[in-house]
């Protein structure tokens, strides 16, 4: 990885230089996180716009020479990325928002991007198989990277995981171990299994590689706004790796020279779980666990491992942090797919509905353009759905009864 | 529509031809369904390959000088179509199976394409609303484009259908109605409705533009085989007009000069709802109703209304039918998964599921090139993914009780 200089350990007292052998994991030397840096000069050296423009490829791996993979690594199975932005007037009173809908990824998520990577990474590393511990979209995209690659996953859940959620694992051929106890339990039980079994470990806490397939959405939205960055970027936070990945690859563009500015970062956490946003307020490093009281349950992390690169993406990019409710979260969901035809679960929808806040409390001006990424598709979660959408029209068979019950419910047809 | 020359009635005695406006619906002398028929010389004389390949749209409107739409309309909102067509060897026995993933569209299924043309249509003709009776794909991906395209949208549905079903649509604002009754009361209702006011009708019984938006996954596969065309193409079967679109497809490409031959279709229907194979068999044109007795919800249609296209596309074809169990449906739902990644409703892999089938009974040979379309993604219906997948294994959290569970299940981690 020509292009690759080392993952820099993120404690500023520590600075770290780490070789990038494909299965690094923390710092070896105060066990922080790393973060992969690159050499932009021998990048500017070597790719344009114009080159990345002529690229065929419909998938984040035209992005290839920004990732930190070996030139010969050969391209994912499945065709991950390059999910559509789509641009509207007026919704949220905003002149010029921009929806990038990256629930149009294979197994419906975001987490396509570094599960996918993740699976590159782990063939580079000689790994036959890869393993994680979650009940969410980390598991499900690693399950379906891996099954299109001909890689084992080991997937470990607590017990009390919804069956529904084991669905899309089990199709894949995971193997899924529901483990008796809680979170923790299901997380320590893979860790030992990792160590044991040498497993390439799908774990954005401690796999570096993991924020760099996250932060190719960012080079998507620079390419398909013709290389202008926008004002804002909404995006919705739980561990912080998804908003530190949207920082990074703009960050890589600004650096490349390919946009000329940096936007600024709106991070929105649900006020039942905001541990990041507490942190960023009382202007500490130091993260506080909390509970985690939201039915968005992609973010709903209390104890996030990736807070730090987050927080300082926050600093970085002058960026503001907005909190909204469950009820704000599904209210947003439905104005987003009734105003765009983009279905969003509940996490998904979550940076939308933090923007609609700010741009309500004026921290946002209606003249600024604005990217809100919608993180996971809605059919992941159908029953927070309908908790949002109300119920039908109920009618018999009759057109007078049918005009009642239009007019009852305020609806009149054109 | 210069390219457009007629809708001609498929009633070979009847035969009018009728002036393309955009809200046809039945032959107006004999009440059979129209077929849209083009100027392939004109075609010849405006579009090569080239000019095709050369499009940055990625989407199906990269076709719209074969869509049957003015000029001058602009494309859909949402970026529908363009879906990845994934090289596979190996997989059912043989040595290169393609798998086109129509489950990556908007709102989950091929139906996107079709609703997506209708609302142009609609726009065409001058109309806000628009309208189907419908439980399934066709519902929500209709409410998906209506909302996205700033349309209204009226949906009927009889009362049994699963509320579940109904979140994506309620998401998208369609004015939902629970019509006291089955489905042909909710059917009648909304024809009734269309009638009085005016609304544009996204109905595959009498809509003939509708088959031509399915059309476009043929075209796609035409070119993303470097045009050359496949041997066969394993569709899964219910109304008729999913496989008749990929007919109408490749024939469209076929007169062009495009594609120097035609693939045989695999007609692949549920084993317990095949009135299209019987009169295939039968070798009539009467197709007579059958019960709807399969899990496979959305080829579950036992009075198809695009029997008798279907039927036409199989014969020119020189094609092939094959009925499958829910069980197999159910296994072959697993075996995608495991093989590639793809994660499809059990209609969506009923086309896969025959496909093993007629390999197994050495239908098709090992070294043909076989297409199969995944007509709709796994998470419109988990429920029956579940039953599919089996269970997780349970363990303690400890190590070497792991390893007895392991054992036990024949896992042999490494």
Chains 1, 2 share one sequence.
Not at 7 to 28: R, S, Y
Not at 143 to 168: C, D, M, N, T
């Amino acid at each position: 990885m020509r292009h690759v200089k080392y993952a820099l350990c993120i404690n500023k007292a520590c600075g770290l230089q780490v070789e990038p052998k494909p299965d690094i994991t923390l710092c070896p030397k105060c066990g922080e996180v790393l973060d992969i840096t690159y050499d932009y000069e021998y990048l500017k050296s070597t790719i344009t716009r114009e080159q990345i423009e002529a690229s065929t490829d419909n998938s984040f791996w035209r992005y290839k020479p920004f990732l930190p993979v070996e030139e010969t690594s050969e391209a994912p199975a499945l065709r991950v990325g390059w999910s559509p932005l789509y641009e509207k007037h007026g919704i949220l009173g905003l002149d010029t928002l921009y929806i990038k809908d990256d629930g149009q990824n294979p197994t419906g998520s975001l987490k396509d991007r570094p599960s996918a990577l993740c699976v590159v990474k782990a063939k580079e590393a000689g790994r036959t198989s890869v393993a994680c511990a979650s009940t969410g979209n980390a598991a499900s995209s690693l399950a379906g990277s891996a099954a299109a690659a001909g890689l084992s996953a080991y997937i470990f859940v607590p017990e009390r995981a919804p069956k529904g959620k084991l669905a899309q694992l089990l199709v894949f051929g995971a193997n899924v171990v529901s483990v008796q106890g809680d979170y923790q339990a299901a997380f320590r039980l893979s860790d030992m299994a990792i160590q044991k079994w040498g497993w390439y470990s799908r774990n954005a806490a401690i796999n570096p590689y993991l924020m760099e397939g996250k932060k190719t959405v960012a080079l998507e939205i620079c390419e398909q706004l013709n290389w202008q960055a926008p004002d804002w970027v909404a995006v919705s936070v739980g561990d912080g790796c998804s908003i530190a990945g949207v920082w990074k690859g703009f960050y890589d563009f600004y650096q490349m020279g390919f946009i000329d500015k940096l936007p600024r970062l709106l991070s929105v956490q649900a006020a039942g779980c905001y541990p990041v946003h507490k942190a960023f307020r009382a202007g500490t490093e130091e993260i506080v666990p909390m509970s985690e009281d939201t039915l968005a349950d992609s973010i709903a992390v209390g104890v996030p491992r990736n807070g730090l690169k987050s927080l300082r993406a926050l600093e970085a990019s002058n960026g503001l942090a907005v909190e909204v409710s469950d009820e704000e979260i599904l209210a947003a969901m439905c104005e987003l797919g009734r105003s765009t035809g983009v279905f969003g679960e509940p996490a998904g929808v979550t940076g939308f509905a933090g923007l609609k806040k700010a741009v309500e409390q004026g921290l946002i001006r209606k003249d600024e353009k604005v990217v809100t990424i919608i993180t996971g598709n809605g059919l992941k979660d159908t029953a927070n759905a309908l908790k949002a959408a109300g119920e039908p029209i109920s009618s018999p068979p009759d057109m007078d009864r049918l005009l009642v019950e239009f007019e009852k419910r305020g609806v009149k047809p054109e």
